[in-house]
Each structure stands twice: as structure tokens, then as C-alpha cells.
């Protein structure tokens, strides 16, 4: 809002992957008349009760692996262990997403690494966003891949169905990084809807 503030934008489409998914769901809410569409991808959203019965035995083993290599202060395995969970997907074989998209993200991971040495947070509203998702009246598109984790793809059905006259788009055989593994088809389905939106 800040940054909107300063370059004397009044209102957006906003859009997020991820994370920032989810700063977009809470950013509509907190700014509802600055929002003139949402576009959340891969996106959590906080609230999600009894998320950790979803997740399956691939994803623990990946966890595990995560954290153990986050504590040993191995980034490069740490890397390897996020590139193959985000761009694979969990319980995909190594290398099923295309090489140019793992690297990609294996870049943005050791830029990551290098230059945030703590995890970033971000004011969450109260009482969370899954119990308020009828405030939301912008026009909304919910993105994710079917190869996601299960929290994420948990999350994003709860957006779909919690949000008034949401649409979502599945991408078939794609895991949490749907914009880089499809670019052009993603580009051509946001850019629709975005093209749709009646701003007022």
C-alpha cells in the first residue's frame, strides 16, 4: 500500500505466486477498493485448519530433508532439495520439469540464501483470511498445478470455493512454479481474465 501510495496508484490487479499469493489474498482484504482483480497461484492462504493430515509421505521425507540440510547450513544441497520439491514437485522423479526452469529456480533459491538471512514475515489479518473470504468481491482467478504440494493445492480449492463467482484454472502436469514451467499458456489465461475485468 505503502509503494501504491508512493507512485500515486489508487488502484491494481494484483496478482502472487506462493507467498506472495497469499500477501495478495490478505492485501485484498486489508484494501478491498484499491483491489480490482486477484489473481492468486499456487497460493496458501492462512487459516487452512488440519493442514498437516494433508500432507503425504513424499512430502515428509522432503521436509525432513529440508530442514536437516537448513540446520547443517548446507545450501547447496538445500538447493538441490527445494529445486527438486517446487519445480519437480513432490514425489516426482528428479528432473521432470525442464532443465532451463530448474535453474531458474535454483538462481532464485542461491539469491535467496545470499541476501535474506531470515525468514520473512508479513502482518497477517485477524481473525485470518480462510474465515473472511466472502469479503472478497474483486473478481478472482485461482492458478495452481495438479503436481503441487497438498497444503498448496488445498489452499487454492479453498480460495476457489470461498470466493464469490471465482474461477480457477488447473495446469495438468505442473508443479508449484506454473508460470515458468507454462509460460505462454499462463501469460494467455491471466491476460484474458485480466482483459474481462470491468474497471470502474
Not at 496478482?15 to 489473481?39: H, N, Q, W
Not at 498437516?52 to 530433508?65: F, G, N, R
Not at 488445498?154 to 515458468?180: D, N, Q, Y
Request: aromatic share 6%.
Amino acid at each position: 500500500a505503502a509503494v501504491l501510495d508512493w507512485l500515486g496508484v489508487e488502484q491494481v490487479h494484483i496478482m502472487g505466486l506462493s507467498r506472495g499469493g497469499g500477501i495478495a489474498v490478505d492485501f485484498c482484504l486489508e484494501y478491498p477498493k484499491r483491489v480490482t482483480a486477484l489473481v492468486p497461484v499456487a497460493s496458501g492462504v492462512d487459516g487452512l485448519e488440519g493442514w498437516e493430515a494433508l500432507i503425504t509421505p513424499a512430502e515428509q521425507v522432503a521436509s525432513v530433508a529440508m530442514e536437516a540440510a537448513m540446520e547443517a547450513r548446507d545450501l547447496d544441497a538445500l538447493a538441490d532439495l527445494e529445486v527438486r520439491y517446487w519445480a519437480d514437485g513432490p514425489g516426482q522423479p528428479e528432473g521432470r520439469a525442464e532443465a532451463d526452469v530448474r535453474e531458474r529456480l535454483r538462481a532464485m533459491i542461491q539469491f535467496t540464501q545470499r541476501n535474506q538471512p531470515v525468514e520473512p514475515t508479513h502482518e497477517r489479518p485477524e481473525p485470518p483470511a480462510l474465515t473472511r473470504l466472502g469479503e472478497i468481491h474483486a473478481p478472482t482467478l485461482v492458478i495452481y498445478g495438479d503436481l503441487d504440494e497438498s497444503v498448496v493445492i488445498a489452499g487454492c480449492e479453498e480460495l476457489a470455493r470461498g470466493i464469490a463467482g471465482a474461477r480457477k484454472v488447473v495446469f495438468p502436469g505442473v508443479a508449484h512454479m506454473v508460470s515458468m514451467e507454462r509460460p505462454a499458456e499462463f501469460n494467455r489465461i491471466a491476460l484474458e481474465f485480466l482483459a474481462g475485468v470491468l474497471v470502474t
